[in-house]
């Protein structure tokens, strides 16, 4: 039976998940698929990191995250808010030395240094895909054989129009990977923070993801 899991890792939330995938889905693999949502490896996390810290021992399995911050590129906050979530080049080497295979970088901290795209050519120069908005749908080969292909969408701090024009890129994306690929997850980074609870608007974007051809939908963004 092939196993889906969430896990928790650094600072991270995995919860907003819709219903379960498609009974048409492909056939069973003992290898897991991981998802990681909200990776920060920021402040306390990467000071545990520098410290040692092994947070994947004897990881198995296809192990996709969500990277919640930008390549340190030691330039001034790009965030009105002033929270941004610089990422240390080692930092990143270190991830690339875990169990990681893909990493996305649609979310709200990804322009925190005012150049989302360094992030995504630093991961991609450490051999991890780099699972950009623009640029899916991303295919991933698995070690059970089966292709993925991976659809990312941020909604946290964008304008209403954005928001539904990013949708629609989304769901076009969905249909090509559904196309050519057996299983297609989406990942989606939106909501509210400090809750586990799914709200009608996520139900409801769900329903038209699975319509168009996802079969996993893994939200982050809760830190729950």
């Known amino acids: ?7 928790a890792m650094l600072i991270c939330g995995c919860t907003n998940q819709a219903p379960t995938p498609r009974t048409d889905a492909p056939s069973a693999s003992a290898q897991p698929l991981v998802f990681v949502g909200d ?10 990191l520098d410290d040692g810290a092994d947070p994947w021992p004897d990881a198995t399995g296809l192990w996709i995250g969500n990277l919640e911050g930008a390549l340190d ?15 240390a080049a080692r930092h990143l080497d270190r991830l690339a030395a875990g169990p990681f295979v893909a990493l996305s970088t649609a979310n709200n901290h990804a322009d925190d240094q ?5 992030t995504a050519d630093a991961l991609s120069a450490r051999g991890l895909t780099a699972l ?10 698995s070690p059970w054989g089966d292709s993925l292909s991976v659809v990312t969408l941020s909604l946290v701090g964008r304008p209403l129009g954005e928001i539904q024009l990013a949708v629609e890129a989304a769901l076009l994306q969905v ?26 608007g996520q139900r409801a974007l769900a329903a038209r993801l699975r319509a168009w051809g996802a079969n996993l939908i893994i939200g982050s963004h809760s830190h729950q």
């Open 1 to 7: 039976m092939r196993t889906v899991g969430a896990a």
């Open 73 to 87: 590129l030691e330039r001034p906050c790009a965030r009105p808010d002033g929270l941004c979530m610089p990422i």
């Open 39 to 48: 990776l920060a490896p920021v402040r306390s996390a990467a000071q545990a």
């Open 114 to 118: 005012g150049q989302p795209h360094a």
């Open 175 to 200: 249909g090509l990977a559904a196309a050519r690929s057996p299983w297609v997850p989406v990942m989606p980074h939106w909501g509210a923070e400090d809750t586990d609870i799914v709200d009608d």
């Open 132 to 141: 950009t908005e623009h640029g899916g749908p991303h295919l991933i080969e």
